[in-house]
């Protein structure tokens, strides 16, 4: 495995101009709190850096949390932040989560492999091509995350989430929008998403794994978002919001898992020298009626619930001067 980059060619985020609150509120306009939460998020990948590059699993899984939490953030503050610049950001972080999520299937796929078979001798032989293809990819990774491309990614999309055009263009529109306040925007937006959600749910069962993988990238984007947004609700309010987040991560985590059985499957049949069980392994009617079951019933509690089109985004408390 390559070493870890060191302190002076580690990448590091563009110096930050502006000093920030330490948390969201209401009232706060938007270009503030987009710049709290993509800094957030941006850190966090930067804090599991070294542990992806040692190959620790749970770092890896963590990092990709982490990017898809930046990923959702600039989603739910757009179109304030469409400028010129915005594509080749998204472009390179979409690049990074490619090189993350190839790694990361192989992790998954194993553990499945190990999990679910009771023959110790077949699944040592079975093994034995799944952790040569991890160990080439987790080497690949390393590499990448060394990488000057890797650097520049991170300096580039700090600097932009800093100072990128999207935040001094001074047409009304774009005024209104950094103007905006976070309540109003995260009311608007997540009622969006949910109409959104909601109407792809009630056709889950018809879907076919590449909907079905779409739907599932919505949810995610709720689910983030929501998270993301934390500091905003009341205290009265967080028993709603907890509800809201327990639905969302329950179908997430059945649709997650039908992602995963079919990327495996995928895996299992390209690894030369691996048997036809090893892809059979991740075909299960019952367990996908069972989790696509899971999920739908998820959806039909919160559309009832109806939380975000009828959404109270109240600020918390603030301290007093």
């Not at 987009?34 to 998020?41: G, N, P």
């Not at 110790?120 to 091509?129: D, F, G, N, R, T």
């Not at 998270?227 to 985590?253: C, G, I, M």
Request: net charge positive; aromatic share 4%; with cysteine.
């Amino acid at each position: 495995m390559s070493r870890p980059a060191t302190s002076s060619t580690a990448a590091k985020p563009a110096t930050r101009r502006n000093t920030l609150p330490a948390c969201l509120s209401a009232g706060m306009a938007c270009d503030t709190a987009f710049r709290i939460i993509a800094r957030r998020h941006l850190d966090a990948v930067l804090t599991q850096h070294d542990g992806t590059c040692r190959g620790e699993p749970d770092a890896l899984h963590q990092i990709r949390i982490a990017l898809t939490h930046l990923r959702t953030a600039i989603r739910f503050f757009s179109p304030m932040v469409d400028d010129a610049l915005r594509p080749n950001v998204w472009a390179e972080l979409k690049w990074l989560n490619g090189q993350l999520g190839m790694v990361r299937d192989l992790d998954v796929a194993i553990e499945r492999v190990v999990a679910e078979s009771s023959d110790e001798l077949a699944v040592i032989a079975e093994l034995q091509h799944w952790d040569e293809k991890r160990a080439e990819s987790h080497r690949l990774l390393a590499r990448t995350l060394q990488s000057a491309r890797y650097r520049r990614l991170v300096e580039q999309t700090s600097t932009w989430i800093e100072g990128g055009p999207w935040s001094t263009r001074r047409s009304k529109e774009t005024i209104r929008l950094r103007r905006c306040t976070l309540a109003d925007h995260a009311s608007e937006r997540l009622a969006e998403w949910e109409t959104k959600l909601l109407k792809k749910a009630r056709k889950l069962r018809k879907l076919d794994v590449e909907k079905r993988h779409k739907l599932r990238l919505v949810n995610k984007r709720m689910t983030y978002s929501i998270e993301s947004l934390q500091d905003l609700f009341a205290e009265e309010s967080l028993t709603k919001q907890k509800s809201v987040l327990k639905k969302l991560r329950k179908a997430q985590r059945s649709l997650g898992q039908l992602n995963d059985d079919a990327r495996g499957q995928v895996l299992a049949a390209s690894l030369n020298g691996a048997s036809l069980d090893a892809s059979n392994r991740f075909l299960n009617r019952k367990r996908e009626k069972k989790l696509l079951r899971t999920a739908s019933m998820a959806y039909r509690r919160l559309d009832k619930a109806k939380p975000f089109r009828s959404a109270n985004l109240a600020p918390i408390s603030e301290p007093e001067a």
